[in-house]
């Protein structure tokens, strides 16, 4: 099973990348609507219900979109996935500055912080091609978030941020046996989710 938001393939990532990087616009947004979807997923199955209460996944995702799109030049593939790897440290990073801004201003008694930068962002919607109507892609993340914490942390690494069930297993101290073998559970389970959630 592949998760809906499964991006283009290498070679034509690294191929649009190259164009973008020598300035083609048309190959820059080709790019980033190519890998809307999973970076979109990964902003929301990343976010957690605790900065969900201050944050939306949308001024998330057009924060790391627009970070992606000023650092392209900086950017060189070096390994197969090595631009979604990339997307997906952005994702961490900002989520994470975002966290310690909020865990600062609540220690100093501010309520929410004004949040200047998210305000300048353009006005479109991300989220809008996420809800393509049929759902699933809410389906899906309602289905991720229902595994167990050790599935859904393996599922998301080996199918979200594309690694290999070797760096997963070095990252989370566990065998590569054991890391195959709680992916196979992980998409067993989400493929079960995702039956009974379109049954309803």
């Given amino acids: 099973m592949t998760l809906p938001s499964e991006p283009p393939g290498e070679d034509e990532t690294r191929f649009l990348v190259a164009r973008a990087q020598a300035g083609d616009d048309e190959a820059l947004e080709d790019l980033f609507k190519r890998h809307h979807d999973h970076l979109l997923l990964a902003v929301r199955l990343r976010l957690g ?55 600062a201003a609540k220690r100093q008694g501010g309520e929410r912080a004004p949040q200047s930068q998210l305000a300048q962002l353009p006005a ?30 393996v599922l998301v690494l080996r199918s979200v941020d594309g690694l290999p069930s070797q760096e997963v297993a070095r990252m989370l ?24 959630e379109n049954a309803q």
């Fill in 49 to 103: 219900t605790r900065l969900r209460s201050v944050l939306e996944s949308a001024d998330i995702f057009q924060s790391v979109a627009l970070e992606a799109f000023r650092d392209l030049d900086n950017f060189e593939p070096r390994e197969p996935g090595s631009f979604r790897h990339y997307l997906n440290t952005l994702v961490l990073n900002k989520i994470r500055d975002r966290a310690r801004y909020f865990d």
């Fill in 173 to 196: 101290g566990k065998s590569d046996a054991a890391v195959r073998k709680a992916y196979s559970r992980a998409v067993a389970q989400l493929a079960s989710r995702m039956g009974e």
């Fill in 124 to 153: 479109s919607d991300p989220e809008e091609g996420y809800r393509d109507g049929s759902g699933r892609f809410e389906k899906l993340e309602r289905a991720i978030q229902q595994l167990p914490e050790d599935m859904r942390q």
